[in-house]
């Protein structure tokens, strides 16, 4: 089969394909087909365009039209804004960390001179939250701190505006509060840091209270402490 | 977080240049409102930033995943539309056709818009119209035969447009 008698056949193809040739050129063009496989190849390349072309509507090929002019500063003020609200959201998160740690002072000096020198290096112990709905997701993790821990929650998916509160659960089973929080931006994570007076090893469970519903991550006994 | 996630504004404005037209496009296609089409750009760029740390392009392209985003805005839009009460009786009606089979639409009329004039001709009039290939071939005062080969390499050049575009079937 010599390239020149291929592409007489090949500029068929697309008519082939479309349906459009008469029974005598269809019948013809299959017969060539059937003995040459790249034709073949091209015919089977082309079969699924054909299929989707009929999807066009012929009275919608107007041009595009042209983006807006200042959408994209738009777009990107809108950015700028979110970010910086994030920012402030960090900031009051602090403040709060910083008055819950000036509240838990007076028992933390008495649990150091009880207990000895504060464990200030021990990594942070994640938290992981299990039989979430679809499309929410809650991570906490939990770092020992002199007046008991800091508590740092990731949270996602909530209706924008819930309220979230977080307690850790100690040995003897009472809750500590840790702070609240509300869940801001729909499709964002927010993160949280909070504290609680509550010591790291002798935490059970951390529990995240949102809107309506409670969370509950359990958390293994180490066996190193027992209260 | 994947490498390649979406979490600089420059980020953003690199997806925008790369794709903000396409997307314009499609929304106009579907919202039948140039605000509404505005709107939904803007909502979905931001909806991107936010959920940037998710996006990992080892997973798909970022094309993909920002008309992923799109169609939700556009569905959330339509249901926003469609609550408030209707004043006169001549308002465009989102959803006629499934957004799904709407994208695809589009996105082929959008590959047709890119091929050359000639060949967009020869499939728009043969094909999409239906039109016989002896009177398609006098208009433009050219051979059937010509017709012929201008539906073959517009269908080649359909393709190319499609694969350039992202589209996969």
């Known amino acids: 089969m010599t390239t020149d008698e291929c592409r007489v056949w090949r500029e068929r193809l697309g008519a082939l394909v479309l349906g459009q040739l008469g029974p005598q050129e269809r019948a013809a063009t299959e017969a060539h087909l059937e003995g ?18 009929q999807r ?16 994209a500063d738009r777009i990107a003020r809108r950015i700028a804004a979110e970010r910086r609200a994030a920012r402030r959201r960090k900031v009051r998160l602090g403040l709060v960390l910083g008055a819950a ?12 001179s009880l ?11 994640t938290v992981a939250f299990q039989h979430l709905p679809s499309g929410v997701s809650v991570s906490a993790s939990l770092q020992s701190r002199p007046w008991g821990s800091d508590v740092q929650v990731h949270v996602r998916g909530f209706p924008p505006g ?10 003897d089973g009472e809750r500590i509060p840790a702070g609240s929080f509300r869940y801001v931006y729909a499709g964002e994570t927010d993160e949280a840091e909070l504290s609680s007076a509550l010591d790291p090893p002798h935490v ?24 | 977080m994947p490498q390649g996630a979406l979490t600089q504004e420059s980020d953003v404005r690199e997806a925008y240049a790369a ?25 979905t760029f931001l909806r991107a930033w936010r959920a940037g740390d998710r996006f990992d392009p080892q997973i798909g392209s970022l094309r993909t995943w920002l008309f992923a985003i799109l169609r939700n805005v556009v569905i959330d839009l339509g249901r926003a539309r469609a609550s408030r009460p209707v004043v006169t009786g001549d308002v465009p009606e989102v959803g006629h056709e499934p957004l799904e089979e709407m994208l695809v639409s589009w996105q082929v009329e959008e590959a047709l818009r890119r091929i050359g004039d000639q060949h967009r001709r020869a499939l728009v009039e043969t094909y999409l119209r239906g039109r016989p290939y002896a009177d398609v071939a006098s208009e433009l005062g050219v051979p059937e035969g010509t017709i012929k080969s201008r539906v073959y390499y517009g269908l080649r050049a359909l393709r190319n447009a499609l694969e350039e575009m992202g589209y996969d079937d």
């Open chain 1, 162 to 171: 819930t309220l979230c509160m977080v307690w850790l659960r100690g040995a």
């Open chain 1, 115 to 125: 207990t000895g020198s504060p464990n200030t290096t021990t990594p942070a112990q």
């Open chain 1, 101 to 112: 740690a000036a509240a838990a002072t007076a028992a933390v000096l008495l649990a150091l």
């Open chain 2, 19 to 43: 794709h903000a037209g396409e997307l314009y496009g499609f929304a106009v296609r579907s919202l039948e409102d140039r605000g509404l089409a505005e709107e939904a750009v803007q909502d």
């Open chain 1, 56 to 71: 066009a509507d012929p009275e919608r090929l107007t041009p595009t039209p042209s983006l807006p002019p200042g959408l």
């Open chain 1, 204 to 227: 059970t469970a951390v529990g995240l209270e949102a809107g309506s519903r409670t969370f509950v991550a359990h958390i293994p006994s180490s066996g190193s402490t027992h209260s």
């Open chain 1, 36 to 53: 040459c496989p790249d034709c073949r190849a091209e015919a089977d390349a082309l079969a699924p365009i054909a299929a989707v072309l």
